[in-house]
């Protein structure tokens, strides 16, 4: 007899364990929960701790309540100067009403599927009337800002709040690289055959104006330089005038001196002149015996 209360206190108590756990559930500080019944939504719990439900007939479908990140597909677009790129869109959303979430998407799968969809319809609506250039430079932050509000309005639709948008990358499709750096290489090419030019024209200046001021400074050396010959040979004129004055003989014996060395310099210089040429004065006028 024992025994069988024994056995029948074991069932008891396995039962109790059973309806105990069907009753009780955890709703960690990262999640968020709605209590279901038979596939009906009962009870949203947003707040951690330990809840209740009925056993058996009702059970907790489980929401992260943290911010997610979305990385939606590579989406090519159209901008308004109609170049062609291709966006990858990066974005991070929260659970903001599991109800709505629920009822609308069921499954974080379904979600990111959805919203996927709505980024890059908001981007491309968005981009579209936007310039590369534009994309490229500060005018980014107002893009961005415009396509979050647009997803933003659709989200929270599916209980969704979107809290960043932003582009990972803008790139140029394979095929437009190459033209667009074609490009690129010949506007450099002319700007540096412009500059070239420019440089070949200033250096024409520089070398004209260099020319110009060698003529200008040969002319007044030269200028200068007869005005200090024509000097030079007026003091000579005066020297020796004033030379000659002094002692007239001894200049013509001077002067005759000069005129023997300029003309007896060269071994090979032959003179025909009279015995009596006024040349051989100062010969004529050595003393018979004396040194040569």
């Known amino acids: 007899m024992s025994q069988t209360k024994v056995f029948i206190a074991a069932i008891i108590v396995i039962v109790l364990g059973v309806i ?6 955890t709703v960690d500080q990262t999640q968020q929960a709605i209590v279901m019944q038979f596939g009906n939504p009962k009870r949203v719990i947003t707040e951690p701790g330990l809840q209740f439900k009925m056993p058996f007939i009702q059970d907790v479908q ?26 990858n869109t990066f974005a991070r959303y929260r659970i903001e009403n ?13 979600a990111e599927q959805k919203l996927s969809s709505i980024i890059n319809a908001s981007t491309r609506g968005v981009l579209g009337n936007a310039t590369l250039a534009s994309v490229l430079s500060k005018d980014r932050t107002a893009i961005l800002r415009e396509i979050r509000q647009k997803v933003n309005a659709e989200a929270i639709k599916f209980g969704i709040a979107i809290l960043d ?28 055959a412009e500059y070239r ?4 024209e200033l250096a024409q200046r520089i070398t004209a104006s260099a020319d110009r001021e060698r003529t200008v400074i040969i002319a007044e050396a030269t200028r200068e330089a007869e005005i200090l ?26 002067r005759s001196m000069q005129a023997y060395e300029a003309s007896l310099a060269n071994d090979s210089t032959f003179l025909v002149l009279s015995p009596d040429s006024e040349f051989f004065d100062f010969f004529k006028s050595v003393a018979p015996g004396s040194e040569n």
């Open 165 to 192: 948008v932003r582009l990972r990358r803008a790139d140029l499709p394979n095929e437009t690289v190459q033209s667009v750096y074609e490009r690129m290489k010949s506007e450099r090419e002319r700007e540096a």
């Open 62 to 87: 489980f929401y992260e309540k943290r911010v997610l990140n979305l990385d939606p597909p590579v989406e090519s677009v159209i901008l308004t100067d109609q170049k062609r790129i291709l966006v």
């Open 98 to 110: 599991p109800l709505t979430y629920f009822k609308a998407l069921r499954t974080e799968s379904n």
């Open 229 to 254: 010959r024509g000097q030079g040979e007026a003091t000579r004129t005066t020297i020796l005038s004033d030379a000659y004055g002094q002692d007239a003989e001894f200049f013509n014996f001077y």
């Open 197 to 200: 030019a420019q440089g070949q």
């Open 20 to 25: 105990v756990s069907g009753t009780l559930f």
